[in-house]
């Protein structure tokens, strides 16, 4: 058994230490906002924050968290910075097929809470490792300055 503090409470995982964050999620804890994207770490569909950083949870074991801070979409809704990046995202009509959506909201999350007026490039930088099959980048860039506009 593995102990892992996630979205704020204590929550024990029975599986292997080398399990991915995104499957004890999933499967043992039935937390399925995180999404299964390529599993190689390079669209971010699955990205969480571990103690507040953006991480692709698809190739991070669970035994690197224990002791840390794991954070899902499914908390960012009690989160004034997640609930001002979602009201955002649903004002400039971010989501089309809407797979990358949970990894974009938390990639935006955790750039707003570093720098609370990204420019162009911030945004682009922070955002480069989430891809959009649907190609909404623009309004995903709108969205998280008009979140950001919300929060000042």
Known sequence: MLTLNI???????????????LWALRDQLDMTGTKFG?????????????DGNPVRSCVTPISS?????????EAMEGDTIGKAVQDAWVRHDVPQCGYCQSGQVMSAVALLRTNKRPSDADIDGAMSGNICRCGTYQRIRAAIKDAADTLA
């Open 38 to 50: 390529c599993g190689a770490a390079l669209c971010g569909a699955c990205t969480v924050h571990l």
């Open 65 to 73: 968290a224990q002791g840390h801070k794991i954070t899902t979409i």
């Open 7 to 21: 979205n704020g409470r204590v929550l024990e995982v029975d599986a292997d230490p080398a399990t991915p964050i």
